[in-house]
């Protein structure tokens, strides 16, 4: 179905950049970025898939199997997204909160080009029907010109819920784990901003600079836009091997590298950081469980801290080998949504989630990834993100935390304002 040519690149991070920018001249594109971020996991530094051939796009009443028919008719590579609330297809939930953004549920794509750096080389991949466009576009791409981009409006971001608001919930959250109904449970809230126009590939480009995160993505689907600077990876699957890596625990970086060591020191040693943590690593295990291989399921990696250009994170990676017949997208189903977006048990913990935020979740907390034509996948956590609707001009971002019982309010109330710190940067131009 495709056709394959390889180029060398002389400048692999000038290339990405223009790469970038040349995807303006279309109306899909998903732009996915590891940011040179060394990975054991990873099987790419960047890849972009632009132009539409066929897509699927629907809502969460039987999503996962409309999936599992479009994967597996086109049997190509397809890109799109997974909103938190296809939690109502997998189970008895629903989703009545305010939605200001208006996405659809599920929306996948098949590209009809095709373009995947590795290293210092670059591998064009495109259907047939466009295949001799390759050398041109390859040609169009190194003669660009290298944009500035810059937000020239600054924009009034706004808060969902006050501060008091906010530490009223949190205290509701703790009554529920306190009387047993859970043990812990992510809670987010909605910063956002109405009338604005923005251009989003410049935005992203702002956020991705000061972030540079292992799993940021530029994604455009007609008026939908997602500008990610993820840190987490949600599911990936190579051959039978399933990668799952929860992130739970956050500390603020320092410019001073002595004072740096000993907060990223802290925070591994942190009790309730690190039991964060590790209830999720249990619930992901479990999940996992479910559609492994009897006896395959490891923790490879327990509360280990990464540190990032805004943050150090406690992550955890879980293995398994998929069992024989089991289809992709049952893999994604059986486990959705991520443990470290909702809590533990995980259906409780959705349930009171849904009656004490304010905003439907819609794509924040949900995951963007890709399939390739052999049924493998990779799906990140969309987290730090920023949501925009361009047709009515609503722009959102949802930041939030784990409540356990050692949970303290105010600390809590920290923690939203320091993940939310470098998208406001990049909107307020602060």
């Not at 956002?192 to 972030?211: D, G, K, M």
């Not at 893999?331 to 009656?355: D, Y």
């Not at 996948?377 to 722009?395: E, G, P, Q, T």
């Amino acid at each position: 179905m495709r056709t394959s040519r390889s180029f060398k690149l002389k400048n692999t991070g000038l290339f990405k950049q223009l790469l970038l920018q040349w995807s303006k001249n279309f109306a899909e594109v998903t732009w996915l970025d590891s940011n040179s971020y060394e990975s054991s996991k990873g099987e790419f530094e960047a890849i972009l898939a632009v132009e539409a051939f066929t897509a699927v796009k629907t809502d969460y009443r039987n999503a996962f199997d409309k999936l599992k028919e479009y994967q597996e008719t086109t049997a190509d590579w397809i890109f799109g997204y997974l909103t938190y609330d296809l939690k109502n297809d997998v189970e008895h939930l629903s989703s009545s909160n305010f939605d200001g953004l208006g996405f659809p549920d599920l929306y996948f794509f098949q590209p009809q080009k095709l373009i995947m750096i590795k290293g210092d080389s670059v591998e064009f991949q495109y259907l047939k029907m466009v295949d001799d466009e390759v050398d041109a576009d390859f040609e169009e791409i190194q003669k660009l010109e290298l944009q500035e981009f810059q937000q020239k409006e600054k924009i009034d971001v706004k808060s969902r819920i006050s501060k008091t608001e906010y530490l009223e919930k949190v205290e509701v959250m703790m009554d529920h784990i306190h009387r047993g109904d859970i043990y812990e449970a992510n809670f987010c809230q909605e910063f956002y901003a109405e009338n604005v126009q923005i251009e989003p590939l410049n935005i992203y480009r702002s956020l991705n600079q000061i972030s540079t995160p292992p799993f940021a993505v530029f994604l455009k689907l007609e008026e939908f836009n997602l500008i990610s600077a993820s840190p987490e990876r949600y599911l990936k699957k190579k051959g039978d091997d399933l990668f799952s890596q929860p992130i739970k625990g956050t500390a603020r970086r320092s410019p001073d590298s002595q004072t740096d060591q000993k907060i990223a020191e802290d925070l591994a040693n942190d009790l309730k950081e690190t039991s964060e943590n590790v209830m999720i690593v249990d619930l992901v295990r479990n999940d996992l469980s479910r559609i492994a291989k009897k006896g395959s399921v490891q923790v490879e990696e327990l509360c280990k801290v990464y540190s990032f250009k805004q943050v150090h994170q406690l992550v955890s990676t879980v293995t398994a080998k998929i069992e024989e017949g089991i289809p992709p997208v049952e893999a994604l189903r059986i486990s959705f949504p991520m443990g470290s977006m909702t809590g533990a048990p995980k259906i409780s913990a959705m349930k009171i989630i849904e009656k004490l935020e304010e905003t439907k979740r819609g794509l924040y907390s949900g995951a963007v990834g890709y399939f390739t034509p052999e049924g493998d996948f990779d799906f990140n956590v969309v987290i730090r993100s920023i949501l925009y609707n361009a047709k009515n001009k609503y722009l959102s971002f949802s930041v939030g935390g784990a409540i356990t019982a050692r949970s303290q309010p105010e600390k809590e109330y920290e923690e939203c304002l320091l993940k939310a710190k470098a998208m406001r940067e990049v909107l307020e131009n602060v």
